[in-house]
């Protein structure tokens, strides 16, 4: 599975975001999928996952201001951010794990928030 994420950028604080991420290639059946960010010098931290079934999930530093959308036909998932931060400052990376525990990582995408 190979998983793409784009739409990073950079954002006045305050602004929107949208981030896809696209995935192709051998998607057996998918447990969840998922967004985790990385900015200098921290550890990895998670930021919302979409579990089969739909049940969702958020990080508390984004919570009330993301939603995380799978959409199956298009084999994507997406992240809408709003009311950005400076500490929004991160890469983003998509991830998903299958219903075998297998997990696939993208690329990650770079997303600035100006203040």
């Known amino acids: 599975v190979q998983l793409q994420a784009s739409g990073g950028g950079v954002v006045q604080s305050g602004g929107s975001l949208s981030l896809p991420c696209a995935a192709s290639?051998?998607?057996?059946?998918?447990?969840?999928m998922a967004w985790y960010r990385q900015s200098p010098g921290k550890q990895r931290e998670f930021v919302a996952a979409?579990?089969?079934?739909?049940?969702?999930n958020y990080g508390d530093s984004v919570k009330g201001r993301c939603t995380i959308v799978k959409d199956d036909a298009r084999n994507a998932l997406y992240l809408q951010m709003n009311y950005l931060r400076p500490e929004d400052t991160a890469v983003y990376y998509c991830?998903?794990?299958?219903?075998?525990?297998?997990?696939?990582w993208g690329q990650g995408t770079q997303v600035t928030v100006s203040s």
């Open positions: 290639g051998r998607i057996s059946s998918v447990f969840s």
């Open positions: 979409v579990f089969r079934g739909g049940l969702r």
């Open positions: 991830k998903l794990r299958s219903s075998t525990g297998d997990e696939s």
